[in-house]
C-alpha cells in the first residue's frame, strides 16, 4: 500500500470543522494528548508500515521551511 | 538487612607455587562464569575459575530467569531446582494511574517442560552452580584477584593477587566473565558503544509479613497515586521476598535514596499503612544498553556483561549472559578435543552479537517507553497507555519491557540446509515437546543437546545409525508408541518442527538447530555437521 495523497475526503469542511471542534476548550496539553490518540488510532486505521513511514516523510517534509528545502 | 539468606563463604585457595599453566581460565566465579564453566567441565575440559570474592552474588539482582535458560539449566542438570525453588508466573499486568491497562500471557502454549519464566534470586542459583562446578571437577580459586593481563598468540598470561601472595599463570584461554566493570576489558582497552540512559532506578527488596494482597505475577505502573510521574514495576520472589522497582528520575541522589529513611516511606506508600515488612535488600542503580565491538579477541573471550549491557526491562541481562555461555561451552571444548579449528570460535561472535543486538534493541526500546526522551514522546506513551485501557489495538504498543527470548541464530555461518518450510529452522533452539518414553512422560528436550544428535521423525533405523558420522548420536520419534523411539503422544514434537514423516534434524550441543533434511542423506547429514564444526574441507574428506 502507497500513500495516497490525492483528496478523498467527500467533506472537507465538514471534517476540518470536526477536528477543531474535538479541541474546543481543551488546554494546549489536553489538545496535545487528544492528537496523539487520534495519530495512534488512524495509523492503527493505516496499519501499512511502508505507508505510514510514507505518512511521517510527508508530514517532517511539508514542516521544513522553504530556506532549508534545498539543503 | 537480608534475613532470608546468608551468603556462603567458601575458603580462600592457597597460593599455588612454581609456573602455572591452565588449559582455560574463567575471570569471575557469577552467573556466567560459572554456567560457562559448568558446561565445559561437563565436556570434559580442565576449568579454573578465579574470582576476587569468596562467595555469590550479595543481593538478589538478576531474578527472572527465562524458559531457554532454564532448559539450559535442564542440560546442565540444574533445572529441578529452579522450578522447584523457583516463583513460576506467566502473567503479567500493565496499570496506568489507578487502572488497569491491561494483561498478558506469556506463554500461552502448553506443553513445555519450563514455564516462560521463574523468579528466583541470583544467589541461589549461583550457589547451585558452585556445587555443580565442584562436583564436576571445576578448581574454583576464591579470593584470587587478577591484577594484569598480557593476551599473547597462543593465550594470557594472568598476573594473580591472593591473600596470602601471589603468582603468574599461563591461559590458553581466558575466558572474561568479570562482570560490567570488566577488569579484562579495561586492561585490553575495549570501548563500548552504546547509550547511558539518564534516569536512576531503586531496587526494593522486602519481605511482606502476614496477607499480601497482589498474585504470582508481574505487575508494572505508569504513574501510580503512589509513586505520581514515575514507574513502578513489582516481583514476587522465593522466601516471601518481594522487588520493587522504583523510577526515580535522574536526578536523584543515589546514597540519599539508599537510606532506609527514604524507602520504607516509599514501601509503604504503596502497600498501605498497615502492611508490615521488613526491607531485605535496596540498590540504585542506572544503566546503559552497550556492547563491545568483539566478544573474541584471539585466545580472550567475553561473555556477559563484561562483553555487553543492557537495562534490566526485559530480563536480557542474566539471561542473554546464560546464552553466551551455552554458546561458547560447546565450540570451545571442540576445539580442545581437536574436533574442530579454533575457526568455529568465530561463529560466537558471528551468533551471539545478533542475538546482544536484539537484546540491546529491545531494552532500548523499553527504556525509551518507560522513560521518554522529550515531551512528544511522553505525550504519545501517555496516549498509547490511555488507549490500551479501551482498545485492543493499542495493547501491543504499551512497552513496560519485552521479555527475553532466545535468539534464532538465523544468518549463521553454522547453518546447514533447512530441508523444508516452517516449524524451528536452522539456527533456532529445538522446541520442546512432551514424549512418552516406554510409556512414562518425558520431554524432548532431556533427549537433546551435549552432543550432537540427530532427531529423526520415523521409527528407529539401524542402517542410518550406523551411517551416522562420529559424534552424532540418533534419537527417534514417532507418531505411533514404538520400541527404541520417543513416543510423540501429541503430536507436538512434529508440528513444533513441522517435521514431514521421515524427516530428520541435527541438532547442536546447546540444543540449536543445525540443519534439516526431508530425508536424512548420511552424506548430507555428514556436510552439514562439517559446517556445523566449522571443518575445512580438506579435513572433511579426510
Redesign the interface.
Same mark, same amino acid.
Given at each position: 500500500m502507497t500513500l495516497d495523497t490525492t483528496p478523498r475526503i467527500a467533506d472537507p469542511d465538514g471534517f476540518f470543522a470536526l477536528l477543531v471542534e474535538a479541541h474546543r476548550g481543551l488546554s494546549a496539553e489536553e489538545s *496535545? *494528548?487528544l492528537d496523539? *490518540?487520534l495519530?495512534?488510532?488512524l495509523a492503527?486505521q493505516v496499519g501499512d508500515m511502508a505507508a505510514l513511514c510514507a505518512a511521517i516523510e510527508a508530514a517532517r517534509a511539508a514542516g521544513t521551511k522553504v530556506s532549508d528545502a534545498g539543503r | 538487612m537480608p534475613s532470608t539468606y546468608q551468603n556462603p563463604r567458601y575458603p580462600p585457595a592457597p597460593t599455588p607455587q612454581g609456573a602455572q599453566h591452565r588449559p582455560v581460565v574463567i575471570a569471575g566465579a557469577g552467573l556466567v562464569g560459572l554456567t560457562l564453566a559448568l558446561d565445559l567441565a561437563r565436556h570434559g575440559v580442565a576449568v579454573t575459575v578465579l574470582d576476587e570474592d569468596d562467595t555469590v552474588s550479595f543481593g538478589s539482582r538478576a531474578i527472572c530467569f527465562a524458559k531457554r535458560t532454564l532448559e539450559i539449566f535442564g542440560r546442565l542438570g540444574l533445572g529441578a531446582r529452579f522450578t522447584q525453588k523457583g516463583i513460576t508466573w506467566k502473567t503479567g499486568r500493565v496499570f496506568h494511574g489507578d487502572r488497569e491497562a491491561y494483561a498478558f500471557d506469556l506463554l500461552p502454549e502448553e506443553g513445555h517442560e519450563y514455564p516462560a519464566f521463574v523468579n528466583l534470586q541470583q544467589y541461589y542459583a549461583e550457589e547451585w552452580l558452585v556445587e555443580a562446578c565442584l562436583a564436576a571437577g571445576v578448581e574454583i580459586r576464591w579470593k584470587h584477584r587478577i591484577t594484569r593481563i598480557a593476551p599473547d598468540a597462543v593465550g594470557a598470561t594472568v598476573i594473580v593477587d591472593t591473600p596470602d601472595g601471589g603468582y603468574a599463570l599461563h591461559a590458553d584461554w581466558l575466558l572474561a566473565c568479570d562482570g560490567a566493570r570488566s577488569f579484562i576489558r579495561e586492561s585490553m582497552g575495549l570501548p563500548f558503544t552504546g547509550q547511558v540512559f539518564r534516569d536512576r532506578f531503586l531496587i526494593a527488596d522486602v519481605v511482606i509479613k502476614g496477607d499480601v494482597q497482589f498474585p504470582t505475577e508481574r505487575w508494572f505502573w505508569f504513574d501510580p497515586p503512589f509513586h505520581p510521574g514515575q514507574s513502578v514495576l513489582l516481583h514476587k520472589q522465593p522466601d516471601d521476598v518481594w522487588r520493587i522497582d522504583f523510577q526515580l528520575g535522574w536526578d536523584a541522589d543515589p546514597e540519599e535514596e539508599k537510606r532506609p529513611e527514604k524507602v520504607i516511606p516509599r514501601v509503604r506508600a504503596m502497600l498501605g499503612e498497615h502492611v508490615p515488612f521488613d526491607l531485605e535488600w535496596v540498590s540504585v542503580y542506572t544503566f546503559r544498553c552497550r556492547r563491545i565491538e568483539r566478544f573474541r579477541h584471539g585466545r580472550v573471550i567475553f561473555a556477559g556483561d563484561a562483553a555487553h549491557q543492557v537495562s534490566p526491562f526485559g530480563a536480557r541481562g542474566g539471561n542473554a549472559g546464560v546464552q553466551d555461555a551455552d554458546n561458547l561451552a560447546w565450540k570451545l571444548a571442540a576445539v580442545l578435543a581437536g574436533r574442530a579449528p579454533e575457526a568455529l570460535l568465530d561463529s560466537y561472535d558471528a551468533e551471539r552479537i545478533p542475538a546482544t543486538d536484539e537484546n540491546i534493541l529491545n531494552s532500548t526500546r523499553s527504556t525509551d517507553f518507560i522513560t521518554p526522551k522529550n515531551e512528544a514522546a511522553r505525550g504519545y506513551r501517555d496516549a498509547v497507555l490511555e488507549l490500551a485501557a479501551h482498545h485492543a489495538f493499542a495493547r501491543p504498543l504499551v512497552n513496560s519491557g519485552r521479555l527475553s527470548r532466545p535468539s534464532t541464530y538465523a544468518a549463521s555461518p553454522l547453518n546447514g540446509p533447512a530441508g523444508w518450510e516452517g516449524g524451528a529452522p536452522p539456527g533456532a533452539p529445538a522446541p520442546d515437546a512432551p514424549v512418552l518414553q516406554a510409556g512414562r512422560p518425558d520431554w524432548l528436550l532431556r533427549h537433546l543437546g551435549d552432543g550432537f544428535r540427530l532427531l529423526v521423525f520415523g521409527a528407529p533405523d539401524a542402517a542410518l545409525v550406523a551411517a551416522l558420522p562420529a559424534g552424532v548420536a540418533a534419537v527417534f520419534v514417532t507418531a505411533e508408541e514404538t520400541p527404541g523411539a520417543l513416543f510423540d503422544h501429541a503430536g507436538l514434537a512434529a508440528s513444533r518442527f513441522a517435521a514431514p514423516r521421515g524427516g530428520a534434524v541435527l541438532i547442536r550441543p546447546d540444543q540449536h538447530v543445525a540443519a534439516r533434511f526431508a530425508l536424512p542423506d548420511p552424506a548430507a547429514i555428514v556436510s552439514a555437521l562439517e559446517r556445523a564444526l566449522c571443518r575445512y574441507p580438506a579435513e572433511a574428506a579426510a
Open positions: *496535545r *494528548r496523539a *490518540r495519530v495512534l488510532i492503527n | -
